[in-house]
């Protein structure tokens, strides 16, 4: 089977550059599998989230994730670089990581409480919506009526009575209705409107 040029330059490329081969990874040494190919470290969810409370709090830390929920980067963000790299560490499975998810968040939000630090929750939450004058206000409302007005103008000149078929507008002709809906029922006169006698 002759390789094409293309295929030599590709893998070349790849080669220099760092890049794996595609098929790389099936061809590695079953004896020595990446640490996420053999079997978690944890598979309790209790015994996960105290290890992830564990790193969260070591000296080390602390410092670099407040600097980061006071530089603003969401919580779901720290969250999920914690969470992954445990898993790359084979600390527990993509199912695990997903459970941990909320506990995890919870716990930075915790140490960023108690640092006073105000934290965002995603990094797209903190884009605070413009303000609306009174003016800009009536002016959109008004757009929206005068839309709503020409919408309603073009389906009532749309509608076609063919479009019903023959046998549904033979049914309704045939329902009867209450004669009680039909007519006007008398009110009794509200209390408030009662002369005194």
């Known amino acids: 089977m002759a390789i094409s040029e293309k295929a030599v330059e590709f893998l070349g490329n790849s080669l220099a550059t760092g890049k794996s081969v595609p098929g790389q990874s099936l061809t590695n040494d079953p004896k020595q599998p990446y640490k996420w190919e053999q079997p978690p470290e944890f598979v309790n969810t209790k015994e996960a989230s105290l290890y992830v409370f564990s790193v969260l709090t070591t000296p080390e830390t602390v410092p670099n994730l407040l600097e980061s929920v006071s530089n603003g980067v969401g919580i779901v963000d720290l969250a999920s670089i914690v969470l992954y790299s445990g898993f790359l560490e084979g600390k527990w499975n993509p199912d695990l990581m997903t459970l941990l998810m909320e506990p995890t968040m919870y716990m930075i939000m915790a140490l960023a409480e108690k640092a006073n630090i105000k934290y965002v929750v995603d990094t797209g939450d903190d884009d605070k919506e413009p303000e609306i004058t009174g003016d800009q206000q009536e002016k959109t409302f008004k757009r929206g009526l005068t839309a709503l007005e020409e919408i309603k103008n073009q389906t009532v000149n749309r509608i076609n009575p063919q479009t019903i078929p023959v046998e549904v507008r033979q049914q309704i002709e045939q329902i009867e209705l209450p004669k009680g809906l039909l007519e006007k ?12 006698k």
């Open 185 to 196: 029922q008398e009110q009794p006169d509200s209390l408030l409107s009662k002369e005194d």
